[in-house]
């Protein structure tokens, strides 16, 4: 088995390092201090054609592979992960949604602008009351004529308040249950549509999140995503994309506490040597650095999967679990490692801790993941 990356890859991560170098790392802690979704940012993406790296060149994509997308979402998040994840929701859910299942002239009119960066995706499933359990979700979409009309409020949307393009799901028909519900993509500006207040969040803070309400959003009968009833395969669908991602994210996370440990241990100096050649801190840095190549190698293995056509659900919620405890692990032993300097805000792991504690929660929990995992396993 060749664990190598192609050269063509390579180079990718490579060019995105730099970008990332050049463009993410001097704004990352104040649009984390302010919560600031940085559109100029977005803008320099697009124009590097960043935002559609697995897409189809005929849809604006670069037509590259899945494990390349991952290694562009991991090297965006090293520098910060708020950026990281944002497009790998646009990307890895709501692109790859309309790409997997739309028709041609939703490809066309939807996926190419969304492809080239010049309109951002957003994956509305979550609801108050229905998380982990997608099937306790309440939005209905009704047929009326020619459109459909979609009544409900959502939470935690992922790029609700920048979105433009919003993959919508609700139920067509509640008694057909797993049969029962439907996706449609809906354009900002859509009347009835409305996105809330961004959450402040103990971190991502620069990734916008908020509720939706719909209340008698009309939707033209062509913007339902592939065939009524088939909502819940495409959200799984979507599920196992995304958390390729989220691994991806908490591998650059964890990439980042392992490169801040290394440099400060070797800076601070205590009992008249560098603290990196205490076994106590060495060891930190010899367990981080392990954990972050098996999440690494987790995570290439389910895209790689995801690029072969092969199944990679277990794969992707093995890669998911393990990388987002991973990176929570290290990034406290990151702040540990820089004792009262690494709780200060300002401090690059403070943000590394805050941001890295979502990735065990959102696309499923770790608790969902095992359930997954298990759910295969034991099939």
């Known amino acids: 088995m060749d664990f190598r990356l192609t050269e063509e890859q390579e180079l990718i991560r490579k060019n995105m390092r730099e970008f990332a170098e050049k463009y993410v790392d001097p704004i990352a802690a104040e649009i984390d201090e302010n919560s600031r979704h940085p559109a100029e940012l977005f803008k320099k993406l697009a124009e590097g054609d960043w935002m559609g790296i697995p897409i189809p060149q005929e849809y604006g994509g670069a037509g590259a592979d899945y494990l390349t997308h991952t290694l562009v979402v991991e090297e965006l998040s090293r520098s910060c992960s708020s ?45 108050p009351g229905a998380g982990t359990d997608v099937m306790a979700a309440t939005t209905t979409a009704m047929a009326e004529g020619a459109d459909y009309v979609i009544n409900g409020t959502k939470t935690f949307t992922s790029n609700g308040p920048t979105g433009d393009t919003y993959m919508v799901f609700a139920w067509t028909d509640k008694a057909a249950g797993r049969k029962g519900l439907s996706a449609f993509i809906v354009p900002r500006g859509t009347v009835g549509m409305k996105a809330g207040e961004h959450f402040n969040k103990m971190g991502l803070r620069s990734s916008q999140t908020s509720e939706m309400v719909f209340k008698d959003c009309r939707v033209p009968k062509e913007n339902l995503l592939g065939k009524e009833g088939n909502g819940l395969a495409m ?17 650059g996370i964890l990439q980042a506490a392992l490169d801040e440990s290394i440099r400060y241990s070797k800076e601070r100096v205590q009992f008249g040597t560098p603290i990196a050649r205490h076994q106590a801190i060495s060891w930190m840095i010899a367990d981080m650095a392990t954990d972050l190549s098996a999440a690494r190698y987790l995570t290439y293995a389910a895209a790689c999967l995801k690029d072969q056509k092969q199944p990679f659900s277990k794969e992707a919620s093995m890669a998911k679990l393990f990388a987002a405890e991973a990176a929570m692990k290290h990034t406290i032993k990151a702040v540990q490692i820089h004792g009262g300097y690494g709780y200060c805000k300002g401090a690059k792991v403070e943000r590394l801790m805050r941001d890295a504690k979502i990735t065990e929660i959102y696309e499923g929990t770790s608790e969902a993941q095992r359930m997954v995992i298990s759910g295969n396993v034991l099939r």
């Open 83 to 127: 950026t990281g994840f944002t497009v790998s929701i646009h990307v890895g859910i709501a692109c790859m949604l309309v790409n997997l299942f739309g028709s041609e002239d939703q490809k066309k009119k939807f996926l190419v602008p969304m492809a080239k960066g010049q309109h951002l995706g957003a994956f509305v499933l979550t609801e």
């Open 235 to 251: 959200a799984m669908t979507g599920f196992d994309h995304g958390r390729v991602g989220i691994a991806a994210q908490s591998v």
